[in-house]
């Protein structure tokens, strides 16, 4: 019998909910593209529900224990005296979320002498030293496609809210004021401006999709062209490099991976090629982009925003400078768990979780890691290496 170790994020403040705004979710049949969606032999939980914070648990308790395996979650993930770290030792298996990431660095996975599995609730798994996974041959995988739609429509809503400058429109608003030419000062149309996504895979593809009905010039760059027939169909104009991308672009969206070759790909150099007063939306890794190189950008000018519901470390400590640097738009890391978005990974979760105890094989498209290699999509879209390094500030956020 195997202990599988989860880490989620804290309940609400007032309490995990007993009821929701909603009574149930849209049906989906499948992904874009025909991926089906997670198929596990069954559920023991309500979609719709919270699933992602600690109390809903993924849905997998009475599963687990009734299979008799020990079941642990914890939000207390950071630091060597955190319940995470002390339940290492003896874990067969590793789940936790994008939004709230249980870092498996090298020296916590050589702590952890069964692991056999990292499991990630969700897409992205840089919260884990891969090449410490691919060394020890532990399995690495995740939900593939559970919420990339879900992120897509964060990026178009950010998009929007920094270009007509919502929040502060809203501030106004909440502060009593009808105070109009402060709110236009910044507000601009959308219509017109060149926007480029830096990856155009599954949500880098969705958002230039729904971005196309506003009438936007689109771009892309990728390590993988898009047929040309999805090229023609929306209008696209390719780039080969992610330079030229940024200096043909009002407005540029990330949209890629985070791993060695990608780490602060955005910063003081190469934020200089950016149209001066361009804008920049950064849903997928907050370690893509040089973290006092974006306020300095948006001190000078050079942004004329910045938005995205990814930092690193996560959760960010309280002085992180993005919290406090003028013209941003973030929120904590939201994008990716919606309640529509965690029923979906909660089922994969539990998929992964079958597949793995009854030793099927567990889909390619949900590979990260797999017998000492990159396997699967982690072969498509990652590269050998160490992204965590840095991820031990994280435990400044309890202390803040």
Request: aromatic content about 8%; glycine content about 8%.
């Amino acid at each position: 019998m195997a202990k599988v170790v989860c880490v989620l994020y804290d309940d609400p403040v007032d309490g995990y909910p007993k009821s929701y705004p909603r009574d149930d979710l849209p049906k989906i049949e499948h992904y874009p593209g025909g991926q089906t969606l997670p198929t596990p032999k069954a559920i023991d939980f309500q979609p719709g529900a919270l699933l992602g914070s600690v109390s809903g648990e993924l849905g997998l308790r009475q599963y687990l224990e009734a299979n008799g395996h020990t079941f642990v979650v914890t939000s207390d993930k950071d630091g060597p005296d955190s319940q995470f770290e002390r339940e290492l030792a003896d874990a067969d298996v590793v789940i936790s979320q994008p939004f709230w990431p249980a870092y498996l660095t090298a020296e916590r996975i050589a702590k952890a002498p069964k692991l056999k599995l990292a499991l990630t609730a969700g897409i992205g798994s840089d919260h884990v030293d891969l090449q410490a996974a691919i060394d020890r041959g532990i399995t690495v995988a995740e939900v593939t496609y559970c919420n990339s739609i879900s992120v897509s429509e964060h990026v178009v809503m950010m998009i929007l809210g920094l270009v007509r400058n919502y929040i502060p429109s809203y501030q106004w608003v909440v502060k009593g004021g009808w105070n109009i030419a402060d709110c236009v000062t910044r507000s601009y149309d959308v219509e017109g401006m060149h926007v480029g996504t830096v990856a155009a895979g599954r949500i880098g593809l969705a958002v230039l999709k729904r971005l196309k009905p506003f009438d936007m010039h689109l771009h892309y760059t990728d390590r993988h062209r898009l047929p040309e027939s999805v090229e023609k169909e929306l209008g696209l104009t390719w780039h080969a490099t992610r330079e030229e991308l940024y200096a043909a672009c009002d407005v540029v969206t990330l949209n890629c991976p985070l791993h060695p070759e990608t780490e602060h790909m955005i910063n003081d150099e190469t934020l200089k090629l950016f149209k001066r007063g361009a804008y920049l939306v950064n849903t997928a890794r907050g370690k893509l982009c040089d973290r006092d190189a974006i306020a300095r950008a948006l001190e000078s000018g050079q942004l004329a925003g910045y938005a995205g519901d990814v930092w690193f470390p996560q959760p960010a400590p309280k002085d992180h400078p993005w919290r406090t640097m003028p013209n941003h738009g973030m929120t904590p890391h939201i994008s990716g768990t919606s309640l529509s978005a965690q029923a979906r990974y909660a089922a994969g979760t539990r998929e992964i979780l079958e597949c793995f105890f009854e030793e099927r094989p567990i889909r390619d498209e949900y590979l990260i890691v797999q017998g000492g290699a990159l396997a699967g999509t982690g072969a498509h879209s990652y590269s050998k290496g160490n992204a965590t390094g840095g991820s031990e500030e994280a435990a400044r956020f309890k202390k803040g």
